[in-house]
C-alpha cells in the first residue's frame, strides 16, 4: 500500500482552508493547515509536508513571501508548491513560477480539479515513461485538436487539448519542466476563448518518428471561464488522442 501524503494548506479564509482539507481528505490525504506564512514557517520547523497549497494574499506573510523564504532552506525549497489564489495576471503566475511552483491554480476552482492537480503534482520530479506524466490528466476529458496550427507560438501541430493540458507533435520539442507560452489565434478561435496567452509546463516529450516529437504540458494559471470553455470543448469532441 502506497503511503499517504501529507499535504499542507496555506490559507487566510477558514471556509477556504476547510473546503480545500475535505476535498484533500476525500482524495485520501492527510492534511496540515495554516492561516498564513509565519504559521507556515512554525509547522515547516516541525515536519516536512509532500506538497503545499499555497495562497498569496495572505497577513502576516503573504505566499510570496514563504516562497522567498523557503527558497533559502534546501529541505523546504524541495517541497512542491501549488499556488491556489484568485490573481490571475501573468505577472503574478510569472513570479511565482520563477520562485518554483510546480502549478498556478486559479480561484474558484472545482475540487476535482483541485485534486488532480494536486496529484500531478506530488508526481512531477518522477521520471516520465511513454504515457502522459502525470496520469491524472486522464480524469478529464480530452478533445481532438488534430493538426491545428499552433503558431507562433509554441509552433507545431495540436494533438489533444483538455482543462488539464494540451498535446502537440513538433520537430523541436521543449525540455521536460519548461514553461512555455502558448499564443495561436487558430487555437483560440477554435476553443472559443479569449485571445490571450496561455502558460503550460511541458511534464511528457514523446518520439513519434519522421523527426517528430509529441509534447505534453499541463495548463498553469487558468481562469475559471478558460477552464470551463476548456471543458466545454473536450465534452463535445472526446478522444483519448489519436496518437496518445
Known amino acids: 500500500m502506497d503511503e499517504q501524503k501529507t499535504i499542507l494548506t496555506v490559507e487566510d479564509s477558514p471556509n477556504i482552508r476547510r473546503l480545500i482539507a475535505y476535498n484533500l481528505k476525500r482524495g485520501g490525504f492527510a492534511v496540515l493547515e495554516a492561516g498564513d506564512g509565519k504559521e507556515a514557517v512554525r509547522l515547516l520547523q516541525k515536519t516536512v509536508p509532500d506538497l503545499i497549497i499555497l495562497d498569496i494574499r495572505m497577513p502576516e506573510m503573504d505566499g510570496f513571501q514563504l516562497l ?15 499556488m491556489m489564489t484568485a490573481l490571475s495576471q501573468p505577472s503574478d503566475v510569472d513570479r511565482a513560477l ?6 498556478y491554480l486559479v480561484k474558484p476552482l472545482d475540487p476535482t480539479v483541485l485534486v488532480a492537480k494536486v496529484k500531478e503534482a506530488l508526481s512531477h520530479r518522477l521520471p516520465a515513461g511513454d504515457e502522459w506524466a502525470g496520469p491524472n490528466r486522464r480524469q478529464f476529458p480530452r478533445g481532438s485538436i488534430l493538426d491545428l496550427d499552433l503558431n507562433p507560438l ?24 519548461a514553461v512555455v507560452v502558448i499564443e495561436a489565434p487558430i487555437l483560440f478561435a477554435e476553443l472559443k476563448i479569449p485571445a490571450e496567452s496561455l502558460r503550460a509546463r511541458v511534464v511528457h516529450t514523446r518520439k513519434l518518428g519522421l523527426g517528430y516529437h509529441r509534447v505534453g504540458a499541463s495548463f498553469v494559471g487558468l481562469t475559471s471561464a478558460t477552464r ?17
Open 68 to 82: 522567498e523564504l523557503m527558497r533559502k532552506y534546501p529541505k523546504a525549497a524541495a517541497i512542491p508548491v501549488v
Open 98 to 103: 520563477t520562485l518554483g511552483v510546480v502549478d
Open 154 to 177: 509554441p509552433g507545431g501541430k495540436g494533438i489533444d487539448v483538455s482543462e488539464g493540458g494540451i498535446g502537440w507533435r513538433t520537430k523541436t520539442p521543449p525540455a521536460r519542466d
Open 228 to 244: 470551463e470553455a476548456l471543458r466545454t470543448y473536450a465534452l463535445e469532441r472526446q478522444t483519448r488522442g489519436a496518437l496518445g
